[in-house]
């Protein structure tokens, strides 16, 4: 067995047996007749009884709505297949499922605010916000957007917004003017939420002017309603908030939103098809305009009911947590944790507040059960010597989430190291594509090092070699073969389906191509080794980014990386850019100890041609890289959206470098 086959944590058996997987086995069993001896044929007939599995999701889970006879109608293609289409339901009213005086939200605002909600607390103020939003004209379809943090009043404005019956749709309040138009503009919100500033290392960020600007420059918005959240954590002074929503074009600010409404105490919920749409998410928007992705309300509650309580271990007085913005859709998927009535702990700001351990810091003060951050937070913490395992308890925590890339085998050491021994590291993937993950954990499941525990319960996920055919132990694209509930409805603006069917099913006809290029363990779990269109091609032969990354950042001397390939002569060379410690410079000697760290380690094609240093690597607000951005800046091609990027400057690093022309 190799070393990164190496078994890292297993569950005990008590912790199998009182897994809600195992109960929804056992379950399964006595109702369908089935013997499921473990998670492979539990699997199998999930994806070859889809029917009998997602009812079973529905019921076990108690979704609130009704359900009707019919489960699944396979269409004449992939796209074409209907689930539920007798179901009547709302998503908001499903999360709002409890009006106790226990915990729903709290939020760190870094170290400058904390907010704490009640179940009761958080069903009014979404009874008296979507009263608002009803006399404000908004109704089923309608968009409601949020330029916002993530903050309780984010929650409360998407349930009141989809208890209507109306569209929800975010970006966090780091995005420029152009990356929020490039947005909104398309989906053309009536309503837009958003906030005076918010705080990320310790530092106020006033984004009044922007917010006025966008406002002016979105005829669609009719209402923009502003929490003063700067204004009241010290980052502004208070008597500047209402003197500044005079600059903002049809402002109001959130106390004046909902004070006609504070008497309002119940909500009409909308009961609506399986298939009304629930939210518009944006593709990163690299390399165009985003595609603005249509996400089906009863597919999205399914899949995320699944994944928190099957895949996740979910159970209701939980304190999930994941660290996150609203312009990615991990936000959507944290927040859906109030269906399994688990408390959300909100935090925004820098993970690295406090010399990076104010995330510990939450898991210990507010209890956290489920701790989930990025596969890069996880290097950088490691990259600083963090050691919680040392400075914090972490005793409530069972689960660790990793996505946001791949997660190297040094990270699960990291993990089991530094942070804790008995955890389930769950490295999950799936997209924003699909609000929700392909491959995943299990809390039944062993945990090996570098591989993602398992493919997804009802989802027929595989491995296509270039020929269309499924390997196993063979590096190849990530592919789905049958409709799962969670495929979105297709793109907006895009009435024939046309660019939808381009973006996922021309490759292999009928089989939705994920574009990540990734392999099939013998065991059943996963290896990701980077998205598709990003792969190395030197020579004709193909090469995950993610290969060379794990190399490069275990050196000490390297922060991190970016790997592209350079088109060269009639072939492709391997170019490393790599940041390295404060202080450092590339000499030969380092260049040297890079490429023989990788060709012992990979072979001797994953050697890069050209190793070159750089101050900082791009990435995109949700924190991924962004090797093609990158690539055609080297390529001198123009980058057609570096609003899509959190530091777009960083590109300039890359322009016309002398080392590559040689």
């Known amino acids: 067995m190799s070393k990164d086959a190496t078994m890292l944590w297993a569950p005990s058996p008590e912790r199998v047996q009182h897994a809600q997987i195992t109960a929804f086995a056992h379950r399964a069993e006595r109702r369908w007749g089935v013997n499921l001896p473990d998670y492979r044929a539990l699997h199998q007939w999930s994806i070859e009884h889809p029917e009998a599995f997602w009812a079973q999701v529905w019921d076990d889970c108690g979704v609130i709505g009704t359900r009707g006879d019919v489960i699944f109608v396979e269409g004449t293609e992939i796209t074409a297949a209907q689930w539920f289409p007798e179901a009547r339901l709302n998503f908001a009213e499903n999360l709002l499922r409890r009006r106790d005086d226990t915990p729903a939200l709290i939020f760190w605002g870094e170290d400058k605010q904390t907010l704490r909600f009640t179940w009761a607390e958080l069903y009014r103020a979404v009874a008296q916000c979507a009263a608002a939003l009803a006399e404000a004209g908004v109704g089923r379809g309608d968009r409601v957007a949020a330029y916002m943090p993530n903050h309780p009043h984010t929650v409360v404005a998407m349930l009141a917004a989809t208890s209507l019956g109306a569209i929800f749709t975010s970006a966090s309040p780091d995005f420029g003017v152009q990356g929020v138009l490039d947005r909104f503009g398309q989906t053309e919100p009536k309503v837009l939420f958003t906030v005076d500033g918010y705080w990320y290392n310790g530092k106020a960020i006033d984004i009044r002017a922007k917010v006025a600007e966008v406002a002016e420059r979105l005829p669609s918005v009719e209402r923009v309603v502003v929490t003063p959240y700067l204004s009241v954590s010290g980052g502004l002074p208070a008597a500047e908030f209402d003197g500044s929503l005079s600059s903002i074009p049809r402002a109001v600010s959130w106390a004046n939103w909902l004070t006609p409404h504070e008497a309002v105490r119940e909500i009409a919920f909308v009961r609506l098809p399986f298939d009304h749409p629930l939210y518009i998410l944006y593709s990163s928007g690299t390399t165009g305009v985003p595609k603005c992705i249509v996400h089906r309300a009863g597919g999205v509650l399914l899949q995320h009911l699944k994944e928190h309580r099957l895949h996740t271990d979910v159970r209701s007085g939980d304190r999930l947590f994941y660290f996150t913005t609203c312009g990615w859709m991990m936000w959507n998927w944290l927040v859906s944790g109030l269906a399994s009535e688990a408390t959300l702990l909100l935090y925004d700001g820098s993970p690295f507040a406090r010399e990076g351990r104010i995330l510990f810091d939450l898991a210990d003060a507010e209890g956290m059960t489920q701790f989930g951050t990025s596969a890069k937070f996880l290097d950088a913490a490691a990259k600083q010597g963090l050691a919680p395992i040392e400075t914090h308890s972490l005793s409530s925590v069972r689960t660790v989430l990793s996505t946001g890339s791949p997660l190297a085998p040094e990270g699960f050491d990291y993990v089991y190291e530094r942070i804790k021994t008995d955890v389930c590291l769950s490295s999950i993937s799936g997209g924003t594509d699909i609000c929700s993950c392909f491959v995943l954990g299990d809390p039944t499941l062993p945990v090996y090092r570098g591989e993602i525990q398992c493919k997804g319960l009802g989802m027929a996920v595989a491995v296509f070699d270039e020929q269309g055919n499924p390997v196993v132990g063979a590096k190849g694209e990530l592919v789905c073969t049958r409709p799962f509930p969670a495929m979105p409805l297709g793109f907006w603006h895009d009435p024939d389906g046309k660019r939808y069917r381009a973006a996922y099913f021309e490759r292999f006809p009928g089989v939705w191509t994920h574009g990540d290029y990734a392999e099939e363990t013998p065991r059943g779990g996963f290896i990701i080794y980077g998205r598709s269109d990003a792969t190395l091609n030197p020579g004709g032969v193909r090469i995950g980014t993610a290969e060379i990354y794990r190399q490069v950042e275990k050196l000490d001397e390297v922060v991190e990386s970016l790997v592209i390939g350079q088109r060269w002569g009639n072939d492709e ?64 091609e123009a980058v057609k959206n570096v609003e899509a990027l959190a530091n777009p400057e960083a590109l300039e690093y890359f322009r016309n470098r002398p080392e590559l022309a040689t």
């Open 573 to 636: 060379r391997v170019v490393l850019f790599v940041r390295l410690r404060d202080g450092l410079t590339m000499d030969d000697a380092l260049v040297q100890k890079i490429k023989e760290t990788i060709r012992v380690n990979t072979t001797p094609r994953h050697v890069p041609a050209k190793v070159v240093q750089v101050p900082d690597i791009p990435r995109t607000k949700s924190g991924k890289i962004v090797e093609i951005a990158v690539r055609q800046v080297v390529h001198g």
